[in-house]
Each structure stands twice: as structure tokens, then as C-alpha cells.
């Protein structure tokens, strides 16, 4: 497609639940962001994939969170028993260059907006 | 760690003002972003700094590379409507230029 698409736009969930969220990257793009946005705030860093390898999960907040990319292009992110803390807006970023390329320029999708009641 | 602060935290503004924000640091970046996102969509980046006292246009816009690379600023000129949104300025941390630190962002609406 044109653009990094996500799935699916709105997300309900009862605390204690399981959900995934799909990102679609533009395609060729090498590297694979996962940001999450609390209300008011600006995006966080979750964690980085350069093709299929995740290189850094650094950000992710618990041993809840797990993210894959198995074949380098399509990435879930999945949360195991969500929290009324993990409400945010979930966004995916690509670019098309590698870690430390001159241009990662970052193109983001309209992001998941999860709601944990 | 880290933080970006932006000021100011909102702004009205009117057809035909130039506005002026700015993010400030504690640490030093060597790469200053301006991002504008709009309600219901992700970030879009506006413009890209990366060298010190850089000041760079992209039509209305205008966004200048701090000397001490703890600062920098972005100016539209000529405001429009379609201005409005939330403006975030972001540098990159851990080795990546996709690992990205924000400030928490200027809000841009229309005066009543």
C-alpha cells in the first residue's frame, strides 16, 4: 500500500485480556517502530525490528507486551492481560533504511487506538 | 533521562498570525525533528535539522538547529486553518535515527 497501515483502528478491551495489533509497514521498508501514545503525551519508543530481527525491545513496559515480525515485513503487537494503564494509542512507524542510515526518516500509521476497561 | 520540553503547552491563533514554539532539552541531540500530527492520524515530519545553527524552511515553515544543540525552534508564518494540529519536536537517542524521544507537544487551535 501507499502508506503503514494498522489494525484494527479501535481496540476494546476487558482488563485481563489478550489483544493483537497489526501493523502493515510501506513495502522495501527495512526497519519497523512501535510507539505507544498516552493521552496528551507524545509518543514513547516500544521497540525496533530491522527486518525480521528485533534489535531493541528496550522500551516495552512489561513481559506483557511481545512484538514479532516473522518475515520482515508485517509486525503484531500483542498484549497478554491488559491493564487499564495500557489504554494509548499504539503507532507504527516505518523506514526505509536500516539502523543508523542517514535518512530513517520515519513514516507513521493512524495507530490503534486500545481502550482496557 | 532524557526529556523534551515544548512551550509553550497550547496556542490560539488567527488567520494570518505567525506563531513561534519551542523544545528544550537537558541533554544534547544531534538531530532536532518537527512533527505535526493531526487527530486521528500519526505523526507527519514537517522538517529534519542536523547540524547546529542550521535553520531550514519548508514553504510556511521555518525551524532553526540551536547553537548549544540543547534547543530549537520552529516559526509558521502566514497561518492557516489547516495549521491546526498538535506540533512535537523529537531527537533521536540509543544509536538510531528511528528511536525517537518527544516532547509532549504544542497544540495549535483557532481563536474563537
Known amino acids: 500500500g501507499a502508506g503503514v497501515s494498522q489494525s484494527p483502528r479501535y481496540k476494546v478491551a476487558k482488563r485481563g485480556q489478550d489483544v493483537a495489533l497489526r501493523c502493515d509497514p510501506i513495502s522495501g521498508h527495512v526497519s519497523l517502530f512501535w510507539y505507544q501514545q498516552a493521552l496528551g503525551q507524545g509518543p514513547e519508543f516500544l521497540t525496533y525490528f530491522q527486518n525480521e530481527a528485533q534489535l531493541d525491545k528496550s522500551g516495552l513496559p512489561s513481559d506483557r507486551f511481545f512484538a514479532e515480525r516473522p518475515e520482515g515485513s508485517v509486525s503484531t503487537l500483542k498484549i497478554q492481560r491488559t491493564q487499564q494503564e495500557d489504554s494509548a494509542v499504539y503507532l507504527c512507524a516505518s523506514s526505509l533504511e536500516g539502523r543508523g542510515g542517514f535518512n530513517e526518516k520515519l513514516f507513521f500509521g493512524s495507530g490503534t487506538q486500545l481502550s482496557v476497561l | 533521562g532524557q526529556q523534551l520540553n515544548q512551550s509553550p503547552q497550547s496556542m490560539f491563533i488567527q488567520e494570518g498570525e505567525d506563531v513561534s514554539m519551542n523544545c528544550t532539552s537537558s541533554s544534547i541531540f544531534n538531530t532536532w525533528l518537527w512533527y505535526k500530527q493531526d487527530p486521528g492520524e500519526g505523526p507527519v515530519l514537517l522538517i529534519a535539522l542536523y547540524k547546529a545553527g542550521e535553520l531550514t524552511s519548508n514553504g510556511r515553515l521555518t525551524a532553526q538547529f540551536g547553537i548549544t544543540r540543547k534547543d530549537s525552534f520552529l516559526n509558521i508564518s502566514a497561518s492557516i486553518p489547516s495549521d491546526v494540529g498538535i506540533y512535537f519536536c523529537?531527537?533521536?537517542?540509543?544509536?538510531?535515527?528511528?528511536?525517537?524521544?518527544f516532547g509532549k507537544g504544542t497544540k495549535l487551535s483557532v481563536k474563537p
Open positions: 523529537a531527537g533521536p537517542y540509543g544509536g538510531s535515527q528511528g528511536n525517537l524521544i
